[in-house]
């Protein structure tokens, strides 16, 4: 059995290894410390435990590489499934002599701007985009204006997924949202301003092996995912079977081909996210972390392949074969990811319930992002509350049902103020 040193909690990715035969050594930082309490059935692999006040903080660290040393203890894998823990990660990789490259991939699927400048560099088309450092003044932002255009969008260098971004009109309220969220975008303080992309956007979820990809699979959201701050309700997105759509499939393999071997991502999950203009039928490549994708995509995917991207993951990590995994055919061709959020914020007291919903034909899997007692708020849209996976036989099906399943929101019943 391998030993795995894994940075910073994350229960469902640790019960995948768990399952898959791992033996753990837990890194976990204050934030964790603070409310995480281990299951027994991951705490049984579980060999020791160690924290750090922060997965950044190079001094903790090589505390930890010199425990580790001190006590005979042979790390085989390193491994997160947090973008906040990549830095780390990648840098006891590199001290524990088993990535040499560790820290350069770390920051490849870290920083949005060197991600872009190495795509463009292997051909792939991106988004203009501009650097708005700290304390930038008029003028520079008046040069970030000029070359990116408006409306654009704003977002941390570093940022995760789609919190703290959001879409800027004019140069009045540009200067507004950086001077607001300069000290807010992350420790690296830099912001990224790009140009906002017409079409369709979707997101790739794939695990490789040696630059070959175990599973691929290819989803369109429902809407571009900023326009949930703008109104929109639609919150998730289709896998697209690539039986029917083999030749978008040709092409988005090939530009996460070129984007893999720039950033020097060969194993692993990895969540890719692109724009189609169906206008000029051309691919951009927005950002890719390697990782797992969030919300329920990762059930979404089990649904249509009959393994878990989490537990092919925990595979691959352990050298396990691809062929030693339980995958399936379909049984529906259409598979989709839907989350439900009450009307407003507050604290949750009324949800449906589980076996409610999978006694629906087309529900084939639930989660719950928030659970009742719980408080919802809406600073993005990466706020997870009911989530289900919808099957169906069409595309027009699952359109269908997304809509159908509207009504469900409106029993997420939230408390009055106060209550």
């Known amino acids: 059995m391998l030993r795995v040193l894994f940075c910073k909690w994350d229960e469902t990715a640790l019960r995948a290894l768990a399952g898959a035969g791992a033996r753990i050594v837990l890194l976990l930082d204050e934030a964790d410390v603070s409310w995480v309490r281990v299951p027994d059935d991951?705490?049984?692999?579980?060999e020791d435990r160690h924290q750090v006040g922060s997965l950044d903080s190079i001094e903790e660290l090589e505390a930890l590489v010199a425990d580790l040393e001190l006590g005979g203890v042979k790390i085989d894998r390193v491994?997160?499934?947090?973008?906040?823990?990549?830095?780390?990660?990648?840098?006891?990789?590199?001290?524990?002599g088993l990535d040499p490259d560790g820290c350069a991939a770390a920051a490849n699927s870290r920083d949005k701007r060197r991600m872009k400048t190495r795509a463009r560099a292997a051909g792939v088309a991106t988004?203009?985009?501009?650097?708005?450092?700290?304390?930038?003044?008029?003028?520079?932002?008046?040069?970030?204006?000029?070359r990116v255009g408006l409306p654009l969008i704003l977002k941390p260098s570093n940022g995760v997924a789609t919190i703290a971004t959001s879409r800027v009109h004019t140069a009045e309220q540009l200067a507004a949202a950086v001077a607001a969220r300069?000290?807010?975008?992350?420790?690296?303080?830099?912001?990224i301003a790009e140009r906002c992309l017409r079409g369709d956007e979707y997101h790739v979820d794939?695990?490789?092996?040696?630059?070959?990809?175990?599973?691929?699979?290819?989803?369109?959201?429902?809407c571009p995912r900023l326009t949930?701050?703008?109104?929109?309700?639609?919150n998730g997105?289709?896998?697209?079977?690539?039986?029917?759509?083999?030749?978008?499939?040709a092409r988005v393999r090939e530009l996460h081909d070129r984007v893999n071997t720039v950033l020097g991502i060969r194993d692993g999950a990895t969540h890719l996210e692109l724009f189609h203009d169906p206008e000029t039928d051309e691919l951009y490549f927005s950002e890719v972390a390697t990782r797992v994708g969030g919300a329920n995509i990762p059930e979404m995917v089990g649904a249509r392949f009959g393994v878990d991207v989490r537990r092919a993951w925990a595979h691959e990590l352990l050298g396990g074969d691809r062929d030693g995994l339980p995958w399936r055919d379909p049984e529906h061709a259409y598979v989709a990811w839907l989350n439900l959020t009450p009307s407003r914020a507050g604290r949750i007291v009324g949800m449906p319930g589980r076996d409610e919903l999978l006694a629906h034909p087309h529900i084939v899997d639930v989660h719950y992002g928030r659970t009742v007692g719980e408080r919802i708020s809406f600073g993005h849209p990466s706020a997870w509350c009911l989530m289900l996976v919808l099957a169906a036989d069409t595309e027009r099906r699952?359109?269908?049902?997304?809509?159908?399943?509207?009504?469900?929101?409106?029993?997420i019943v939230v408390a009055d103020a106060g209550a």
């Open 42 to 46: 991951i705490a049984a692999a579980v």
């Open 79 to 96: 491994a997160t499934t947090s973008e906040l823990a990549k830095y780390g990660a990648g840098y006891l990789g590199m001290r524990l």
């Open 127 to 146: 988004a203009e985009f501009a650097t708005i450092r700290d304390q930038a003044t008029e003028a520079q932002l008046a040069e970030v204006v000029e």
């Open 182 to 191: 300069s000290s807010t975008a992350g420790k690296a303080r830099q912001l």
């Open 206 to 222: 794939a695990v490789w092996r040696d630059g070959r990809d175990w599973v691929f699979a290819v989803s369109r959201y429902f």
């Open 228 to 234: 949930l701050e703008e109104g929109e309700r639609l």
């Open 237 to 249: 997105a289709v896998l697209l079977p690539e039986d029917e759509h083999a030749a978008f499939y």
């Open 398 to 411: 699952i359109l269908e049902l997304i809509e159908e399943m509207q009504v469900l929101a409106e029993r």
